[in-house]
């Protein structure tokens, strides 16, 4: 089992810049695909990006590709989602989580373990 404890979050003006960190303990984050995901007020919960148990492979929704990018360093038992160019539209709880399958999944319903989710708020 892994816990989960995201960080980072805030109100930041469009177009600026925000990283949220997932810090994991009780097992190696190594041993896991991890993945970003956000949630608004109203919506349903959406994948947001994805990386791999070696970092070697990031997927992304097509509305961040180019904007954000997700990245782990295991030594640290870390992921991060650096957000750059941010847009009202971003604005939402975001949570990282922990899957054990062998390939990289979207659906949030297929991840083991979640973080409590940290806020992040964009103003026009």
């Known amino acids: 089992q892994v816990q989960l404890v995201e960080s980072g979050g805030g109100l930041v003006q469009a177009g600026g810049s925000l990283r949220l960190s997932c810090a994991a303990s009780g097992r190696t984050l190594s041993s896991y695909n991890m993945g970003w995901f956000r949630q608004a007020p109203g919506k349903e919960r959406e994948f947001v990006a994805a990386i791999s148990k070696s970092g070697g492979s990031t997927f992304y929704v097509d509305s961040v590709k180019g904007r954000f990018t997700i990245s782990r360093d295991n030594a640290k038992n870390t992921i991060y989602l650096q957000m750059n160019s941010l847009k009202p539209e971003d604005t939402a709880v975001y949570s990282c989580?922990?899957?054990?399958?062998?390939?990289?999944?979207?659906?949030?319903?297929?991840?083991?373990?979640w973080g409590q989710g940290t806020q992040v708020t964009v103003s026009s």
């Open positions: 989580a922990a899957d054990l399958a062998i390939v990289v999944q979207r659906n949030p319903a297929l991840y083991d373990y």
